[in-house]
T-cell receptor, first 116, second 116 residues
Framework: GAVVSQHPSWVICKSGTSVKIECRSLDFQATTMFWYRQFPKQSLMLMATSNEGSKATYEQGVEKDKFLINHASLTLSTLTVTSAHPEDSSFYIC????????????FGPGTRLTVL | AQTVTQSQPEMSVQEAETVTLSCTYDTSENNYYLFWYKQPPSRQMILVIR??????QNATENRFSVNFQKAAKSFSLKISDSQLGDTAMYFCAFMKLGGSQGNLIFGKGTKLSVKP
């Protein structure tokens, strides 16, 4: 149980285009999902917290107009990188919080974004 | 603000031996969770073990156990009978209990190499 999927697993796009990444909880409902960014050989940096049916909460320094987050249902959250630039290239990981199970977060497999 | 410190950037251990990864944290909270996550080369974050701060008994999951010292704010991970598949980055994480968001705060990670 507690499986989280991400799609796509990798994507290459041209500078200036937008990219959408999906995060799904496959066998449970997640009222809260999280989006992280991980640079090579570094830890995970929380970008934003996504609550179903409400606006996402962004961490300091994260541009909310650039990283659009939508949590339309209890099993789906999306991250859209708008007008992507090469510096947005990174590994993006989502997680879903299982309330009541020691509030554990289960992670998706990540999405490698490369902006040319 | 809470912080998590992993003082060992890299460690290695021989197969079948035991290794201990260190983690300390700083918080003024009394109720919280602590986690160890593993990130193998596939980059999928995998929950290894979790500990509720109100529990005095150290958590154990098969070959993985923790030494939780609340007063010292220490949370080390012991891996017994190390296997080649244990090779990965290991992240220690803190989460405040009862928070509406449930944010995880990660340490910088320890890269563990298990040698045959």
């Amino acid at each position: 149980g507690a499986v989280v999927s991400q799609h796509p697993s990798w994507v290459i796009c041209k500078s200036g285009t937008s990219v959408k990444i999906e995060c799904r909880s496959l066998d449970f409902q997640a009222t809260t999902m999280f989006w992280y960014r991980q640079f090579p050989k570094q830890s995970l940096m929380l970008m934003a917290t996504s609550n179903e049916g409400s606006k996402a909460t962004y961490e300091q320094g994260v541009e909310k107009d650039k990283f659009l987050i939508n949590h339309a249902s209890l099993t789906l959250s999306t991250l859209t990188v708008t007008s992507a630039h090469p510096e947005d290239s990174s590994f993006y990981i989502c997680s879903a919080r299982v309330a009541g199970l020691a509030d554990t977060q289960y992670f998706g497999p990540g999405t490698r974004l490369t902006v040319l | 603000a809470q912080t998590v410190t992993q003082s060992q950037p890299e460690m290695s251990v021989q197969e079948a031996e035991t290794v201990t990864l260190s983690c300390t944290y700083d918080t003024s909270e009394n109720n919280y969770y602590l986690f160890w996550y593993k990130q193998p080369p596939s980059r999928q974050m995998i929950l290894v073990i979790r500990q509720e701060a109100y529990k005095q008994q150290n958590a154990t999951e098969n070959r993985f156990s923790v030494n939780f010292q609340k007063a010292a704010k220490s949370f080390s991970l012991k891996i017994s009978d190390s296997q080649l598949g244990d090779t990965a980055m290991y992240f220690c994480a803190f989460m405040k209990l009862g928070g509406s968001q449930g944010n995880l705060i990660f340490g910088k990670g320890t890269k563990l190499s298990v040698k045959p």
